[in-house]
């Protein structure tokens, strides 16, 4: 099993990002800087997920969020990854700068007790 086994997947991902952005996506940048929104989100998942035949998480494209990422995920939960942890191959696909832009929460409600001045 080698890089050659993956080449379908990285196509298929690929090809389903292209048609929802209507553009060339390199595998390297983050979906949501090239367009994508939330429900994009949800409908490319569920595309890919339909394609090859893998029930994806509802967060997998925020969680691995450049084509090379998601592809990772996806050949580990087909078992195409040659020995390698998902986190290993994401090392090599996903690059530090990468993970560090796209490493955030999103926060559905927030609330906090903020302190306010002393009065004297």
Known sequence: QSRKDMLPII???????QRLLQQDVDV??????????SL????????????VGVQLPSTVILDYPSINALTAY???ELGLQEGLGVQ?????AVSATEMGATGC???NSFSAV???????
Not at 11 to 17: A, D, I, L, R
Not at 114 to 120: F, I, T, Y
Request: hydrophobic content about 35%; aromatic content about 0%.
């Open 40 to 51: 994009g989100v949800v409908e490319l998942r569920n595309t890919i997920s339909s394609s």
């Open 114 to 120: 903020l302190p306010v001045g002393q009065q004297s």
């Open 88 to 92: 290993k191959e994401l090392q090599g």
């Open 11 to 17: 196509e298929q991902v690929s090809t389903s990002v």
């Open 105 to 107: 929460v999103a926060l």
């Open 28 to 37: 390297h940048t983050p979906l949501m800087e090239a367009g994508l929104d």
């Open 74 to 76: 996806i050949c580990g």
